[in-house]
């Protein structure tokens, strides 16, 4: 009995230690290989194509250099985790890159040699409220090529990759494409007036949208009444394009026919317009944006008068600390996105305020893609009275039934506008009596038509990459932290480098704005609108009824009787229109509850899936692999 005892107290620990080893062995070989589980429905913690297609392409030794502060007191908890999800991340590159990628860790205490490597590399150190310096960032080599991520934010944890993979596209291609802007906005910045400065206003900063293009592009202004478009630029980018001139549109028109790329982004309603604006509180009446004559050419028409409105898309704030509701004000999800692009393939969220449309059917030659549209349940109408508030928009709205496009890509064989070469200028008579013998000169001769298949991009808001409708700007440690709102800067570097060439970097940066709309909710919401207008027609057409009617036995009284006195057949009719009133109010009040009721119950359905569901078919899982192993032992 004993004997036994000490057998069976040996096997358990002969077992004991067995399955120790294991474990250990099977833990080593998994951290050997850097296996990890990515369960975000986006993959946001594994490399995506485009970064693999980014590192397929390195032919020689890339350096990165990862600065990181170590240590309890000199590293922030939340800043050490995610250090440590960086190193992750880094990791992951070196697996990818077939021996093309090293990675050097530095930790740069004070006047170290590391920390004197991380200031000649461009890695700054932030102030701590301890007065310790914290480093956490990068540096990126490749032969003659250096960039560097000064501070990695973890406010910016989703454009890490991207940040990244840009970095070492940057030293893989030190040769950046240009990309001309041409814009009367001031995108490019302000310098502000020395009268203005005494009064304490701070000049105006370029807009974020022309920084980000900055770092990967060279980018150069190009004024409004140009007659030339460079050769050098590859990307023309045409933001607001207001008043511009047959001048301006022809040199437009050469450069595409000679195959540059043309993107414009034009307005019907330009809120950052402000030129021409006596009281910025009113409504903007700067007008609207377009190139018609470029256009007309395309086959493409853009009312310059009205924008379009959204039941499915709008726009919901506070104002006042009140809810209000901006249908023109357009919050664009997947259902209003092409998602069978490339360019737009990964943005699932826009917001787009004030747009246009384009309609007509492509000239002969070209083809049509439509890149953004809205739902059926959308309308035009008039800018002036888009800007006066909802209830201008909903009290008449008729949804339309048809989608409109608000974004679309021309591609194919471009046809000059000017067939009949470059358009004359307009001069005074004397100018035009010194010159008679200067235009007898050989006329500059023009193309008519494209050298080969072209592409040009149209998108009718141009508001949408201004800074307060795209990123939030935040300052930690003393440095500008640009995080986006949504998907707008995303939308216009993926077309302009998709037209440049690469468009490896779109898959990237698009992931960083991803975002899962209550689509649903949305949806229910514009049903009880239209409940509410519905009710609101009737009740106002109730109380026309009842002043048609008091007016008719106001008019009837004898000219003896008291005119301010209500008779008791206009009591009776006022008596009928208040229960009328009440009547709606109260049905009003009953959509409105019963809609609140609907979406707490599908909020309580979800959070119910999310904390029973796992449990559930875990215990699911159990009982039906008890079963069958019942079921194969009875079989036996």
Not at 317 to 322: A, G, H, S, V
Not at 446 to 453: F, Q, T
Request: contains cysteine; glycine residues 6%; hydrophobic residues 40%.
């Amino acid at each position: 009995m004993k004997k036994k005892q000490i057998e069976t107290l040996l096997y358990s620990v002969v077992g004991v230690a067995a399955m120790f080893f294991v474990i250990v062995a099977v833990n080593f070989i998994f951290g050997a290989f850097k296996t990890r589980a990515d369960l975000t429905q986006e993959k946001l913690y594994t490399l995506s194509d485009g970064t693999k297609a980014i590192l397929k392409k390195l032919d020689g030794p890339v350096e990165i250099r990862f600065y990181c502060t170590q240590g309890e007191k000199e590293m922030p908890t939340h800043f050490k985790a995610y250090a440590q999800r960086v190193e992750d991340l880094l990791s992951e590159y070196r697996q990818h890159a077939n021996g093309n990628i090293e990675i050097k860790r530095f930790n740069p205490q004070p006047d170290s040699d590391a920390e004197d490597s991380a200031q000649l590399d461009g890695v700054e150190g932030q102030l701590l409220p301890n007065g310790e310096h914290l480093y956490l960032g990068i540096a990126v080599s490749y032969l003659d090529g250096k960039a560097a991520l000064p501070f990695l934010s973890p406010e910016r944890e989703k454009l890490l990759e991207y940040d990244i993979s840009r970095a070492i596209t940057r030293v893989m291609t030190p040769e950046k494409p240009v990309v001309g802007v041409m814009t009367p906005l001031p995108m490019f910045g302000q310098p502000m007036n020395p009268m203005m400065m005494r009064m304490g206003q701070q000049p105006q900063e370029p807009w974020v949208v022309i920084g980000e293009l900055q770092r990967d592009f060279t980018v150069k202004q190009i004024q409004m009444d140009v007659d030339k478009i460079d050769d050098e630029v590859k990307v023309l980018v045409v933001v607001h394009p207001k008043n511009i001139g047959d001048k301006a549109q022809y040199a437009i028109d050469q450069f595409v026919m000679r195959g540059g790329k043309l993107i414009a982004f034009l307005d019907a309603v330009a809120i950052m317009d402000q030129s021409g604006q006596q009281n910025p509180m009113m409504p903007n009446m700067s007008g609207g944006s377009s190139m018609e004559k470029l256009l007309k050419a395309w086959g493409i028409n853009f009312d310059t008068t009205k924008v379009v409105a959204d039941l499915n898309f709008t726009t919901r704030f506070m104002r006042n600390n009140r809810p209000e509701a901006a249908p023109a004000v357009l919050s664009l999800n997947p259902e209003g996105i092409n998602k069978d692009d490339v360019v737009t393939s990964q943005i699932d969220n826009l917001l787009v305020p004030f747009a246009g449309v384009f309609t007509g059917t492509p000239a002969e030659g070209l083809k049509q893609t439509v890149l953004l549209k809205t739902t059926g349940d959308s309308q035009l109408v008039e800018g002036f009275m888009a800007q006066m508030g909802a209830d201008a928009i909903t009290k008449d709205f008729k949804p339309s039934g048809t989608t409109n496009a608000i974004a679309i890509r021309l591609a194919g064989k471009f046809k000059t506008a000017f067939p009949d070469g470059k358009p004359a200028e307009k001069k005074d008579d004397d100018d035009d009596k010194k010159d008679e013998k200067k235009e007898e000169t050989k006329p500059e001769e023009s193309l008519k038509e494209s050298k080969g298949d072209n592409v040009v991009v149209l998108v009718g808001d141009a508001d949408m990459l201004y800074d307060q409708f795209c990123v939030q700007i935040q300052n930690i440690f003393g440095q500008k932290i640009v995080i986006p709102r949504n998907g707008n800067l995303n939308l216009a570097q993926n077309v302009v480098e998709q037209m440049t060439g690469d468009s490896n970097l779109i898959g990237v940066r698009s992931r960083a704005t991803l975002n899962r709309p209550f689509t649903v909710v949305q949806q229910m919401q514009a049903k009880a609108e239209e409940s509410y207008r519905t009710k609101i027609k009737e009740l106002e057409a109730g109380l026309q009824e009842t002043q048609s009617k008091l007016n008719e036995l106001q008019a009837k009284k004898e000219k003896g009787q008291q005119r301010f006195i209500l008779s008791p057949e206009q009591q009776a009719e006022l008596e009928k229109f208040r229960k009328k009133e009440a009547e709606a109010k109260r049905e009003l009040k009953e959509v409105r509850k019963n809609l609140r009721k609907d979406i707490d119950a599908l909020e309580n359905t979800l959070k119910w899936a999310n904390i029973a569901g796992m449990p559930f078919l875990v215990a699911a899982f159990g009982v039906v692999l008890a079963m069958y192993k019942n079921k194969r032992a009875r079989a036996k």
